[in-house]
C-alpha cells in the first residue's frame, strides 16, 4: 500500500489550498481514505475521512464548514480542499487509510506528508 500526498504550500491567513492524495497497491475503492495532520508540540489530529463509496464523511469539528473531502475512485485520488485557512491549519498534512470501508479505527496505512504553512 501507498500513499502520497500533494499540494502543501504557503498561505496567507484566509486563503484557499487543494491537497491530494494518491494511491497504489491495492483495491483503491475498497478502502477509506482520510487526511491527519501533525503540528509541531501538538499531538496528531484526524482531520477528515472518507468512506470507500465516497458516500460519507467525517471532519474535525476545528475544519468542519471549511475543509471538503471528495475522492475520485476512477483517479484512485482524494482531494482536500481547505478554504479560509488560519494559523493554526499550519503543520504538516498525511493522507492515510484505515484498512477499511468506513472511516473507523486507526490508520493503518500512510505515506509521506506534506506540509501546509498559514502565515502573513
Known amino acids: 500500500v501507498q500513499l502520497q500526498a500533494s499540494g502543501g504550500g504557503l498561505v496567507q491567513p484566509g486563503g484557499s489550498l487543494r491537497l491530494s492524495c494518491s494511491a497504489s497497491?491495492?483495491?483503491?475503492?475498497?478502502?477509506?481514505i482520510g487526511w491527519f495532520r501533525q503540528a509541531p508540540g501538538k499531538e496528531r489530529e484526524d482531520v477528515s475521512c472518507?468512506?470507500?463509496?465516497?458516500?460519507?464523511?467525517t471532519y474535525a469539528g476545528s475544519v468542519q464548514g471549511r475543509f471538503t473531502i471528495s475522492r475520485d475512485n476512477a483517479k484512485k485520488t482524494v482531494t482536500l480542499q481547505m478554504r479560509f485557512l488560519k494559523p493554526e491549519d499550519t503543520a504538516v498534512y498525511y493522507c492515510?487509510?484505515?484498512?477499511?470501508?468506513?472511516?473507523?479505527?486507526?490508520?493503518?496505512?500512510w505515506g509521506l506528508g506534506t506540509q501546509v504553512t498559514v502565515s502573513s
Open positions: 492515510g487509510s484505515p484498512g477499511r470501508q468506513l472511516c473507523r479505527g486507526e490508520y493503518d496505512y
Open positions: 497497491g491495492f483495491t483503491f475503492d475498497d478502502y477509506a
Open positions: 472518507i468512506s470507500a463509496s465516497g458516500l460519507t464523511s
